[in-house]
């Protein structure tokens, strides 16, 4: 039983930083991809930046690129959000997804997290 668990999520001023992590169990992810996305309010869900577990691709949407980083702890099982210079517009819920296509889509990672809520005050 695969499991992603989300957390860090929390009330930041804009200009500051915060990371969330991803917690996985229960699956192997090596040569695959793990991505962070998100969704406000009355939005559709949007990529953020995706990581495969070797490290060798990494992709980020145009509107975190240079604020924001994708990263994961040596066993492999725990993926990072780096979030710097935050902006109101960041606000949302940020979701964790993990399988076995390097995508920005969505609907190609099958596992998911409950996700954790990010505000950003201006």
């Known amino acids: 039983q695969v499991s992603l668990t989300e957390s860090g999520g929390g009330l930041v001023q804009a200009g500051g930083s915060l990371r969330v992590s991803c917690v996985t169990s229960g699956g192997t992810f090596v040569d695959s991809a793990v991505g962070w996305f998100r969704q406000a309010l009355g939005k559709e869900r949007e990529y953020v930046a995706v990581l495969s577990w070797n490290g060798r691709d990494t992709r980020y949407s145009d509107s975190v690129k240079g604020r924001f980083t994708i990263s994961t702890n040596d066993a492999k099982n725990i993926v990072y959000l780096q979030m710097n210079n935050l902006k109101p517009e960041d606000s949302a819920v940020y979701y964790c997804?993990?399988?076995?296509?390097?995508?920005?889509?969505?609907?190609?990672?099958?596992?998911w997290g409950q996700g954790t809520q990010v505000i950003v005050s201006s």
């Open positions: 997804a993990a399988g076995t296509v390097f995508s920005t889509t969505s609907h190609r990672y099958p596992y």
